[in-house]
């Protein structure tokens, strides 16, 4: 465990956690929280950003970053940012999404989706499966194209391959997954066994935010709980989560389902990082390791090679 990881277990644990030990949960405060602290590292030299807000931008509502020169067989990422679908934005994961971007050398589109609660389930899903449709139709080939997202993102990636196989659109050539919500009726053990472990969350907050976003849908509808869907004929999956996350088994369960119908899938179980550490880089040097395995994954099933067999739960 390095210092970095440690120093930033503490600081979530002293300023996060306690804001999820509250019955009810304040949107406007986790909102404003998240838009003062968001730190935004600086565009990567070659490369632009450009922002897409206005309406005509719909599907595509978002941020494009995209370097300078492109590559003749050039890869694209569809990132889906994290924050419990009712706060959080394509900015406040840019020091996640630049690097896993460059890393990977491919451009990626990081989707600014409805939230919850003025936009309950299934907007988010909506939302994410036209955007990789709009992909699709500008003439991006699917199997260049990387899905990736972090907690509730990481769940709606894993939502909307399970949307798009079930409506027979072309799949990407992978996805990547930091630390997913899958399962929005809380039923993993972890959110006891880690309770107390995890330094950001209390394990009663996950079914006050899945209560937010749902409102009266169903919690184990596959679309907001993939868990609770059908893994057959998915593309390979890279899964990385902390071994003190409540959320932890949302992770563990999906590997072994996914397993089980056939689907390659490498989870990695890191040791005392904080939930979805990966947005820690450049300052931690776990998620630095960890952005630089998730886009040689990215690069390595975006070429159209089968990834390589890692075994099946590695300890980091």
């Given at each position: 465990?390095s210092w970095q990881s440690?120093?930033?277990?503490?600081i979530?644990?002293?300023?996060l956690r306690?804001?999820?030990?509250?019955?009810?949960?304040?949107?406007?405060?986790?909102?404003?929280?998240?838009?003062r602290?968001?730190?935004?590292?600086?565009?990567p030299?070659?490369w632009?950003l450009?922002?897409?807000?206005a309406?005509r931008d719909?599907?595509l509502?978002?941020?494009w970053?995209t370097?300078?020169?492109?590559?003749?067989?050039?890869?694209?990422i569809l990132?889906?940012?994290g924050?419990?679908?009712?706060?959080?934005s394509?900015?406040?994961?840019?020091?996640v999404v630049?690097p896993?971007?460059?890393?990977a050398r491919?451009?990626?589109?990081?989707?600014?989706?409805?939230l919850?609660?003025?936009?309950?389930?299934?907007?988010a899903l909506?939302d994410?499966?036209a955007?990789y449709r709009?992909?699709l139709?500008?003439?991006i080939?699917?199997?260049s194209?990387?899905?990736a997202?972090d907690s509730?993102?990481?769940?709606?990636?894993?939502?909307?391959?399970h949307?798009l196989r079930?409506?027979?659109?072309p799949?990407?050539?992978?996805?990547?997954?930091?630390?997913?919500?899958?399962?929005?009726a809380?039923t993993?053990?972890?959110?006891?066994?880690?309770?107390?472990?995890?330094?950001?969350?209390?394990?009663?907050?996950?079914?006050?935010?899945?209560?937010l976003?749902l409102?009266?849908?169903?919690?184990?509808?596959p679309?907001?709980s993939?868990?609770?869907?059908?893994?057959?004929?998915?593309p390979?999956?890279l899964i990385?989560?902390?071994?003190?996350e409540?959320?932890?088994?949302?992770?563990?369960?999906?590997?072994?389902?996914a397993r089980?119908?056939g689907?390659?899938v490498?989870?990695?179980?890191?040791?005392?990082?904080?939930?979805?550490?990966?947005l820690?880089?450049?300052?931690?040097p776990?998620?630095?390791?960890?952005?630089?395995?998730?886009?040689?994954?990215?690069r390595?099933?975006?070429?159209?090679k089968?990834?390589?067999?890692?075994?099946?739960?590695?300890i980091?």
């Amino acid at each position: 465990m390095s210092w970095q990881s440690a120093l930033a277990c503490w600081i979530v644990r002293r300023r996060l956690r306690p804001e999820t030990a509250k019955p009810v949960i304040d949107v406007a405060r986790a909102r404003a929280y998240a838009a003062r602290r968001v730190w935004a590292p600086k565009v990567p030299a070659g490369w632009r950003l450009t922002e897409h807000y206005a309406a005509r931008d719909l599907p595509l509502r978002g941020e494009w970053l995209t370097p300078d020169t492109v590559a003749a067989k050039q890869a694209t990422i569809l990132y889906l940012h994290g924050g419990g679908y009712y706060f959080c934005s394509p900015r406040s994961h840019r020091s996640v999404v630049f690097p896993l971007a460059t890393l990977a050398r491919a451009r990626a589109f990081s989707l600014d989706y409805r939230l919850a609660p003025e936009h309950r389930f299934p907007c988010a899903l909506d939302d994410a499966v036209a955007a990789y449709r709009r992909l699709l139709a500008d003439g991006i080939p699917a199997r260049s194209i990387a899905i990736a997202g972090d907690s509730a993102g990481g769940g709606l990636a894993l939502a909307m391959l399970h949307a798009l196989r079930d409506a027979s659109d072309p799949l990407p050539a992978c996805a990547v997954l930091f630390s997913p919500w899958t399962d929005l009726a809380s039923t993993g053990a972890s959110i006891v066994t880690n309770d107390g472990r995890d330094p950001m969350f209390h394990g009663a907050a996950l079914a006050r935010a899945a209560k937010l976003y749902l409102g009266d849908a169903d919690p184990k509808n596959p679309g907001a709980s993939p868990l609770y869907g059908r893994f057959d004929d998915l593309p390979p999956l890279l899964i990385q989560a902390g071994d003190t996350e409540v959320l932890l088994d949302d992770s563990v369960r999906v590997a072994e389902k996914a397993r089980a119908a056939g689907v390659i899938v490498d989870l990695e179980i890191w040791r005392n990082v904080p939930h979805c550490f990966q947005l820690c880089a450049p300052f931690m040097p776990e998620a630095n390791r960890a952005l630089a395995r998730a886009a040689a994954f990215i690069r390595e099933t975006t070429s159209g090679k089968a990834p390589h067999r890692l075994p099946e739960t590695s300890i980091v």
